[in-house]
């Protein structure tokens, strides 16, 4: 039995403040595990931040700004995510015993041929993924912090990809989990925004916006194209709609063509499409008067593609009748083989949900009785979602198997929606 074990071997901070407004902070912190082989067993992550209180220099108006801080940051983290255990050695096991039959002996008691099949193989050098981040924000605030805000640029850079990927064949077993050559370059740029609208002994109310842009891409790939994104369905058994390759974002999709006359090409095409958002985003807000407080929360994704797996599924023409179709396909024949993925299925994503409602009651007590507090609460979640999308719901995530050992984004086959709840809460304090 190979026990999976992980533990931070070493940790530690220094932090050091000069004149109370040049900040310095740096870590490390040495962590091991056993998923990895001896040889890459342990791993070293260090970092280092710079803030600047700018607020308290005799060149900055204090009367213009309240708050107003730079920072610089540098620092690699480790993942050993998804990796599983003992995917660092050579592994068998007994081949029909998990069939059924006992310890690899058939039903006419022969020893099968082979008795054990490869779990995985033997890889000494599989080391931690690791991702280098740098980043620079601002901090600032006016009116006594009353309305305060945030910018944040960053880049991250993460190499030694740990994926599950397609064995060179022929091999005993299909997949083998190695360090991918690579980098996965996330850079973009976040910004958060607070404001005390009004604040007064009755009202108050506040409110928050943030929005944050996120530029993907795989550089320095020189592996091989992989087919990855699985689809279901009828006549759809082994077809892909999602590419890793080179130059691209992840989950980038590699659709067929379809024209205004909805023929489709021959062969796939690498998209300037992608299952990730580009832009994401939130606001909120809250008031209270008296005994009276709400809430509301908005969130929102832009600038990415779902495919709409189920409608590519009911597309078959020559079916109808006999199983379920779309609406169109009856309406207005439009005749499209359910074989062929294409574009014709892939949809805007961008979506604006209401994500959560809340309203509540601070019941005024007499104080002289049992009942210490009295609060009454109304909650509703996914209230509303305005989007173009056809689906039910354009924020589906795949849980099937991964194709050649990839993961998959924005598939959308046979998700269950997402209700719409309310809820009523008493909360008593004796």
Request: aromatic content about 14%; proline content about 4%; hydrophobic content about 35%.
């Amino acid at each position: 039995m190979i026990r999976q074990t992980s533990c931070n071997l070493f940790f530690g901070r220094v932090n050091y403040s000069l004149l109370d407004k040049y900040l310095f902070t740096g870590t490390f912190r040495a962590d091991g595990s056993s998923r990895f082989g001896d040889n890459n067993k342990y791993g070293l992550f260090p970092s280092a931040a710079f803030a600047w209180k700018l607020n308290q220099e005799d060149f900055i108006n204090e009367d213009t700004f309240s708050t107003l801080k730079l920072r610089l940051s540098w620092g690699i983290t480790g993942n050993q995510d998804g990796l599983g255990h003992g995917n660092y050695v050579n592994r068998t096991r007994w081949k029909n015993g998990l069939q059924g039959n006992a310890l690899g002996i058939s039903a006419g008691s022969q020893l099968s041929s082979p008795a054990t099949s490869e779990i995985s193989f033997a890889n000494p050098d599989l080391k931690w993924e690791e991702t280098t981040q740098y980043a620079f924000g601002i901090d600032f605030g006016f009116g006594s912090d009353r309305f305060t805000g945030n910018i944040d640029l960053y880049r991250k850079e993460t190499s030694d990809i740990l994926l599950n990927l397609p064995a060179v064949q022929p091999a005993t077993s299909p997949f083998v989990f190695q360090n991918v050559d690579g980098i996965i370059v996330n850079q973009g740029v976040e910004l958060g925004l607070d404001y005390d609208i009004l604040q007064s002994e009755d009202f108050n109310w506040n409110a928050n916006f943030n929005i944050a842009y996120n530029q993907n891409e795989l550089t320095d790939y020189n592996g091989p194209d992989i087919q990855a994104g699985d689809l279901f369905g009828q006549g759809l058994t082994g077809t892909t709609s999602q590419i890793l390759t080179d130059g691209k974002p992840l989950f980038t999709y590699n659709l067929r063509n379809v024209d205004e006359n909805y023929n489709v090409d021959t062969d796939p095409t690498i998209q300037d499409k992608s299952g990730l958002p580009t832009i994401t985003s939130g606001f909120s807000t809250s008031a209270s008067y008296k005994n009276w407080d709400a809430s509301l929360f908005f969130s929102g994704q832009f600038g990415f593609y779902v495919y709409n797996n189920t409608a590519n599924a009911l597309f078959a023409s020559p079916q109808i009748g006999s199983r379920n179709n779309l609406q169109s396909t009856v309406d207005e024949g439009i005749i499209l083989s359910a074989t062929n993925p294409s574009t014709y299925f892939l949809e805007k994503g961008d979506f604006v949900r209401l994500q959560t409602a809340s309203v509540s009651y601070n019941v005024p007590l007499s104080g002289t009785g049992y009942l210490k507090s009295l609060r009454l609460s109304l909650n509703g979640q996914n209230l509303f979602l305005l989007t173009g999308y056809s689906g039910l719901d354009p924020e589906v995530s795949t849980s099937n198997i991964p194709a050649n050992g990839l993961p998959s984004a924005s598939i959308d086959y046979l998700a269950y929606p997402r209700p719409t709840t309310y809820s009523l809460g008493i909360n008593v304090t004796f």
